[in-house]
């Protein structure tokens, strides 16, 4: 029933340096920015999901839910929505699953230029996300094509994966698998790097989860982790972000073969970020 991930929202607290970083980390503009009740929003549309930076500006209901947000959880990934092409079929097959869901909505957001977007989407009530925000949208409605790379192979092109950290990966294998269906790809333990992960394929990126060997399963709630972006240049992608007056670690090798990675320590927003080689 989900077919990929739709778009990841993100909550900060200065969103014009937020969008700047962004924009200096990707390599591209976004598609669009707008205002609605107090808060803005700017979109970066990329070929397998989009990004959602969503800052408060002004006096609002809107606006303060935003601040007690990032007043309880900081600034981050605030949550993350999965595409479905019937919106109600999933809702109702989910529900028979045993989730829950606050009541579906029009989510909307009228950009500069005044065009209009409008999503139908279902949000999970927390508990039953185990803490997290989450959220199905309808995938019928027209979307942007991906944001125009600016510096070519060096410009992000694609999400690789979500990191997501839990103290129970029994439960996060019902969860992920059993109740949302994700296709588990693999369950890896490592001993050396003392953590257990699991690789959730989500259309053409991937839900990662990991869990700690040095602590017990528990209840706590699940927490976001960071974002994997790909890159086919990294090496001219980190010269880039490194010019444009970020923090930036070395090119490294990555732990897959043949693969190329670096972290961006600064201008995401709170997201642990990595960028990684990749041809999409």
């Not at 989009?50 to 605030?78: M, T, Y």
């Not at 279902?122 to 094509?145: D, M, Y």
């Amino acid at each position: 029933m989900i077919t990929g991930i739709d778009h990841i929202a993100i909550e900060v607290k200065d969103f014009e340096a937020a969008l700047r970083g962004y924009q200096a980390v990707f390599g591209v503009v976004p598609n669009w920015r707008g205002r609605l009740d107090g808060v803005q929003h700017a979109w970066f549309q990329f070929s397998n999901m989009a990004l959602d930076v969503i800052g408060a500006d002004g006096e609002s209901e809107a606006a303060d839910a935003v601040r007690a947000e990032i007043a309880r959880f900081g600034e981050g990934i605030w949550g993350l929505g999965f595409a479905v092409p019937d919106l109600e079929g999933a809702r109702r097959l989910f529900e028979r699953r045993g989730l829950a869901f606050v009541p579906s909505h029009v989510a909307r957001s009228v950009a500069d230029d005044g065009r209009v977007r409008e999503w139908r989407i279902a949000v999970l009530r927390r508990n039953s996300a185990h803490g997290l925000a989450q959220f199905l949208v309808e995938s019928g409605a027209e979307r942007w094509p991906a944001a125009a790379p600016q510096f070519g192979a060096a410009s992000v092109t694609a999400l690789d994966h979500v990191v997501i950290a839990t103290t129970d990966p029994e439960r996060a294998v019902a969860y992920y698998g059993g109740r949302l269906g994700l296709d588990l790809r693999l369950d890896r333990t490592n001993e050396e790097w003392g953590a257990r992960q699991l690789f959730f394929r989500c259309g053409d990126a991937v839900v990662e989860i990991g869990a700690s060997l040095k602590a017990p399963a528990s209840g706590a709630r699940d927490r976001f982790g960071g974002l994997a972006w790909r890159v086919r240049d990294p090496d001219g992608a980190r010269a880039r972000i490194a010019a444009a007056g970020l923090d930036v670690s070395e090119v490294r090798s990555g732990r897959k073969p043949g693969t190329k990675v670096f972290t961006v320590r600064s201008g995401t927003g709170g997201v642990p970020t990595l960028m990684l080689s990749g041809n999409d």
